[in-house]
């Protein structure tokens, strides 16, 4: 059956990308380079001081997570759906990503940190030798107040831009979705965050925030469609993993391919990381993107060609799912023409494996992640039909779930 038809049946799928070309033939090509990514890794460190001060959970100012075997959950998901994964299985917890506990706390703060000092800058107000711990006073909040930033989102992404705009000293505006979780909307008002509420979905939100941001001269719109430099901040967390799986002893090559699952909204975060990833590793990593059957917005984009110019509704999808952070019914075109020659495929989950993957994480490692952190979990089972070799290894990306109050992990555990 034709893999639209099966989409329309809100059924899970996985889809090969017939598109695919070797990373080296065209990697000029695309519209971020090498040198954009250690850019953006250099700006980072020099802003580390800056956030271990403002923020002293962030031990050497680097926000980075760890990653971690989980051979318990790989037998549990073997005897479950009676398959063999090939190879063995770790998990990239980006849920435990400081100041923001998700995946989002890489682009979002980066460019938060790049708006902050390129305004500083201009101003005459600070030079890239300085010590950036000189931003946390009065005299720089009191600049930064003068200025706003605004952003659309389904919860994560304003988290992290919400979060880190108040830490600086902007005024700042989430323009939040009607699939937004209500606990991720109060931690917002309680760092101090203005939150607009829709009763429509993301798309509305991200259009609204933009016309009022482009209103006010003084307004800085994050935007997380088309926005350059949410993926450089994404892409430098995909570069470092070399060094983490180095440290781990963990050898990818040719013989030994790397297998990364990340779940995916409209495709910024997942996109920056398999870009990062494919400037190191080449095709020797191979990136899936994982997406409910209701909200298949960048499966959609790439299969037709269309990216931007489709709609999950379109398809007679309602893009209705507890992953809120997935629910996107139109993605990125910016990220859709990026992957279209450099993602290897892309998958659908059903919401209710989403639960039954929480509580097997949990009861194997105990790992608790947010529902859409376990999109990518599918991953290994469905690849591992046409892929074979204990030499593999997968990665799921764990894309948040640390901030998720008490009351709430309880009652999804139950």
């Known amino acids: 059956m034709d893999i639209i038809e099966r989409l329309k049946k809100a059924e899970e799928v996985i889809w090969y990308n017939p598109n695919y070309i070797e990373f080296n033939r065209i990697n000029d090509e695309l519209p971020i380079s090498l040198d954009e990514v250690k850019e953006a890794e250099d700006r980072l460190k020099r802003f580390a001081p800056y956030i271990k001060k403002v923020f002293p959970e962030v031990v050497d100012g680097i926000i980075e997570s760890p990653i971690n075997s989980i051979d318990k959950m790989k037998d549990r998901m073997e005897k479950d759906f009676n398959k063999e994964i090939s190879g063995r299985l770790l998990v990239k917890r980006d849920d435990l990503l400081p100041i923001a506990g998700s995946i989002k706390a890489r682009g979002g703060i980066y460019e938060v940190l790049k708006h902050a000092e390129t305004l500083a800058i201009e101003n005459g107000l600070l030079r890239p030798d300085d010590d950036y711990r000189i931003l946390d ?50 931690l917002l008002r309680s760092k101090g965050v203005q939150v607009v509420e829709y009763t429509s979905d993301y798309s509305k939100a991200v259009e609204e925030g933009r016309r009022l941001s482009n209103e006010d001269p003084k307004s800085y719109f994050i935007d997380d469609e088309n926005s350059k430099d949410l993926f450089l901040g ?57 997406e409910p059957t209701r909200s298949p917005a960048m499966l959609l984009g790439l299969v037709t060609g269309l990216h931007d110019k489709i709609s999950v509704g379109d398809i007679g999808l309602d893009n209705k799912t507890d992953a809120d952070g997935l629910a996107v019914a139109r993605p990125s075109s910016f990220v859709g023409k990026i992957m279209d020659k450099i993602l290897t495929g892309a998958f659908t989950i059903e919401d209710y494996r989403l639960y039954e993957f929480l509580k097997g994480l949990y009861q194997e490692e105990k790992i608790f992640l947010e529902p859409s952190a376990l999109a990518g979990f599918l991953g290994p089972i469905l690849t591992s039909e046409q892929y074979k070799g204990k030499n593999i290894t997968h990665m799921c990306w764990a894309t948040g779930g640390s901030l998720v109050p008490e009351e709430i992990v309880n009652s999804l555990l139950k």
């Open 234 to 290: 994404y892409a430098v967390g995909g570069m470092r993993i070399k060094g983490q799986l180095d440290k781990m002893g963990i050898k990818v090559d040719q013989d030994h391919p790397l297998f990364v699952y990340l779940p995916c909204g409209v495709g910024g975060g997942p996109g920056g990381v398999a870009y990062g990833l494919k400037l190191v590793y080449g095709d020797n990593v191979k990136c899936f993107f994982a």
């Open 137 to 186: 006073n009065d005299d720089f909040r009191n600049f930064f107040s003068n200025y706003t930033v605004q952003v659309g989102s389904t919860g994560n992404l304003g988290l992290s831009i919400g979060i880190m705009s108040a830490k600086v000293g902007f005024k700042v505006i989430v323009h939040m979705s009607q699939d937004a979780k209500e606990w991720k909307k109060n």
